[in-house]
């Protein structure tokens, strides 16, 4: 049966991916659309790429008959999540993509984002999305937050490894490169053309990104103690892709192996042969994610180097994916469409 | 019931395309999948894009057993169409990508092309491809020739035109802004990555490239009398997309008029409100067509500008806009995937 | 003797181009640079990309002691330089990168930018600052406006030709393709690099850019009767270049021989052979011209396209060549760089 | 006294950069350009974007009369450079550019690049590049060996720190991010704009590059020992640049201190303020090397980010650098230029 689908929140990038990913989903219709600032917008003035699409114009999250929504994709700012949510009806099943629910320890959250959680009550229910690990939680869910897209790519290369015990935990190095979507729609200076085509730079430096707080997080769980690694991310001139290089001290034939069997049953994950490294042209567009391990010449090193689309498997598509089980359909109905190359 | 698709020259850009199209397909699924120079190899190893999915090795054009073929997308490079389609089994449906069948007067082809025609027997029963222009012929054509992207992109704004009479005949100027894929994936110095980004340049001047043969044909067809159009393309640092930019000497009025009578039943193309203009970003990664009009401040002067994906819908997704038809399957199966943006 | 110079309005990009080209002129030395919103501030943390050389902290244009400036760069927005200059000696040397003196009829400033003119009485005295066409009259200004880039894109091929009487003066056609510097350093959503990176568009449809205001004004006056020219911009995923593309009814022979004629002394513009065009990839950092002329296979069509880089001749560097007339000093000083390619 | 320079293989980007940079030089003149290929091709005809410059035309190596030459760069392809020295004049003052003469060692160089070393009678005299290390040899130098773009960026960072013992030597991470001008003008399908643009990856990963012959040679030297950095470089979606982001266990404050003493006399290395990481944007086009250093949240972690144009400081400047030496010219001359942004 089809699902009705809200998007609240449809007016920057990851609520127009999250209608790219529904407009071809054979189960979910998409019957509100909200955008505060746009409201009363047809999507086809805002998003012109969607014109082909028979869609509700935007409207205010309060015009919103939420009783006959089966499941809300919240796609809003940082904070603004926290106080919307609140005010959403209880049983309403919600997919977050916003950084507000992610810290499972509201000290946490604090830390990373410089405010109070505005409701503590609700994170208490909340299922961190990393859809691979937190399956059958998610499935069991009424409240899931979308990882970051940084987090994700890293978290693929490192959690079954630190769960292995296969590397050495205190010098895990993470040098991110990532596309410039991942920064949204904001109006930024170095967000412009002509300040980031045909250059780069690393940005977030000394380990001041806050997704570190999931990788604290998520990595601090399964090694059972405190873990600390090394994370730097770089804005790269291009709109989608994050490529994430993992410097590790541990045997990459036993890292290989590792990660083989714990994503060969997964679909969209995808470990690449022994000695190949991915490239980000070959997961645009896709919920895909490209894995690959390389020996270094020193032996006992290794390089472990991970792809995927910000927009798509670090966000939208995993917020699909993770809707899918939570409204008891096939995970991985709708997101099955091939990378675009080029 | 699935029908068994062939694609005969899978290694280049249209080929890739085709796969990526076809992979979401509800009807179609790929049994050959042929490369002369890369026999042998899996597509993984090619497009590592491609590697979620389930496909046949490269082989060689010999190899494949025609017999539990229902149709072939033939995506081999200019000549060599013509004298591969001659072996090929009389009453296997073809869609053909190439230019060895556009032009159905062969000395126009030689003209063209510079050499003479290989399989003069085969022209008289081709197709040309213009899905919205020819859809009975190619609904019972063996094979069909897809179109030129330059030409389809352009013929979309005036074979509708010229057809009214609503334009000067004399006075079309078309100006197009090509993305580097239409080129395919030669080697060659003006492709490179290097000499491409950040500029950009006219090419094919002075009424020269191969595409106008396609002009010439379509548009003295409707005319009714030679017309030899105006035609200078231009080589963009983009990967995907054609903009068609037509100046003519009409009433911006009407010919809006005209363009919305004649495609507003069309699911793929999408006239735009008067007095605004498409962007290629909108159509990226899709078989839409987005086409604007707007009346200059000098009454009488008229500019259209279309904007589609050459890949897609000027090349391998009106293929399989086309096969669709020959195959009696629903004309835009498989091809309603939303553009990627940004 | 070394000039000393000021720049009005130094945080932007033709503000920085202004530095770049003065910090290599054998005669020039900035000693005075403005930023309103910037005061204070050094320019390596404005542009780090000037970090290696030893140039004033922004200050307030009331800060500046102009007695000691031989001449001044007013580098600032529409609409401000007419407020600013007025406040300014009216002995000090000016030259103005603002559209605010490019039009002598203060009723089509007011038609094509919306306002009055605020300062009438310095339109009398300023010079229009296309170099290669107003250089006695340059060399003698207190005050020189500079050009619109796409307007001396534009002008570059048209006025020699309109001189001439060489072509149809009622069907001229000029599609102009920019690059994304020539909109500032402003913060727009279509500036982005998410949403300009990858695709192209047309802008300022219809005949509604207002370069359009000095066409009108510099056609008109050689051709002794109005003249409108069709004048679309196209905006393309590149930083720096304008390519113009003049579609032409006239011998492409005459029309190449008047250019040559016009040009073949001026250091500055370069006709290309016969039969070939220009890539902005060959003039971009540079104050060079690159024009080309073909001729159409239909008789009696011509095409002229021109390239220049739009922040440095269709800019700064025309500004500095300007000022070095103003100064009397070499034309060419600190403007023979070479471009930068690739 | 003007000297007369020679440019063996000047078709290349390497080449081009050379004459640019050249052109503008004060006290070098071209007297010879070669190209085997493209002998008797004007350079205008190769490399439009020199098309201002009177230059000689393209000839053949034995064409030209070394006994009026200065000095010769030798921007050939690697291995040609070994056999062509060997034939010009003993007493010919060289810049290789190439890698033929990088590695002191000639086990080392057959290691890395898989053949015998032609000219290992050469190879002793022959100074490695890396001016601010070398400067009083290169001065006193006959052959000068070019050092590789990405050796330089990272030995810039290096060097200093390894002599200066600051940082645990078995514990260096180089992680590389290249523009695609370092791979030179090879026809290669990964080099097309079409694979390249909007997305990144990792190449010659596994401690395979060819460069870490110099990193092994320049680093062990000042250590004293054996030492085998991690180094894995990425392929991005940019024509000009390197950044460099090394990974070190030190104390980032110490670093800093380490650097500034190295540099604070060098007009070419900039060492930014403690805490902020350089962009390749701020130096494209230029002779400078801009380089950052951050600590991380962790104590005892430092990261240092170093940003280079590979064509100009990694390559081409770096040779003019090094021919002033050699000619007894102002180091810097004809390399002041500023970096193009944007």
New interface residues.
């Given amino acids: 049966m089809t699902k009705s689908i809200a998007i609240l929140g449809a007016s920057g990038?990851t609520g127009?991916e999250l209608?790219?990913l529904i407009?071809?989903h054979p189960d979910m219709r998409i019957t509100a659309l909200t955008g505060e600032r746009k409201a009363g917008q047809p999507m086809a003035q805002v998003?012109?790429?969607?014109?082909?699409?028979d869609l509700p114009d935007l409207c205010r999250i309060e015009e919103v008959d939420f009783s006959a929504i089966d499941l809300a994709f919240c796609a809003l700012p940082h904070a603004t999540s926290q106080a919307v949510i609140k005010t959403l009806p209880r049983d309403l099943k919600i997919v977050d993509l916003s950084a507000d629910f992610r810290l499972r320890d509201v000290a946490e959250y604090e830390k990373w984002y410089g405010k109070p959680h505005a409701a503590p009550e609700l994170q208490a229910e909340a299922v961190y999305g990393l859809t691979e690990f937190y399956r059958e939680e998610i499935r069991a869910a009424r409240l899931v937050a979308g990882t970051g897209c940084n987090a994700a790519t890293g978290l693929y290369i490192l959690r079954p490894l630190v769960e292995a015990g296969c590397i050495d935990l205190d010098?895990i190095?993470l040098?991110l490169?990532c596309g410039?979507?991942g920064a949204g729609?904001a109006?930024?200076?170095n967000?412009?053309?002509?300040?980031?085509?045909?250059?780069?730079?690393?940005y977030a430096?000394?380990?001041?990104h806050r997704h570190?707080g999931e990788f604290d997080q998520e990595l601090s769980l399964v090694a059972g103690r405190d873990l600390?690694i090394?994370f730097?991310p770089?804005l790269?001139?291009?709109?989608?892709?994050i490529?994430a290089?993992a410097?590790l001290d541990g045997d990459a034939r036993e890292i290989h192996e590792v990660l083989h069997a714990r994503y060969c049953a997964e679909?969209m994950i995808?470990l690449?042969p022994f000695?190949t490294?991915?490239?980000?042209?070959?997961?645009?567009?896709?919920n895909?994610v490209?894995i690959g391990v390389?020996?270094?010449?020193?032996p006992g090193?290794a390089?472990v180097?991970a792809?995927l689309d910000n927009l798509c498997k670090g966000s939208s598509g995993q917020a699909v994916q993770n809707a899918n089980l939570m409204l008891g359909l096939d995970e991985s109905s709708g997101l099955?469409?091939?990378?675009?190359?080029?």
């Fill in positions: 990038y127009g209608v790219r407009s071809t998003f012109p790429f969607l014109r082909h699409l010098r190095i040098d490169k410039v979507s729609r109006l930024k200076e967000l412009l053309h002509a300040e980031l085509s045909e250059g780069t730079q690393a430096v000394g380990g001041t570190l600390r090394g730097t770089h790269l001139p291009m709109n989608r892709g490529l290089t410097w679909s995808h690449l000695g490294t991915p490239s980000t042209h070959d997961v645009r567009g896709s895909f490209h390389v020996g270094d010449r020193v090193r390089l180097v792809a099955m469409g091939a990378p675009l190359f080029p």
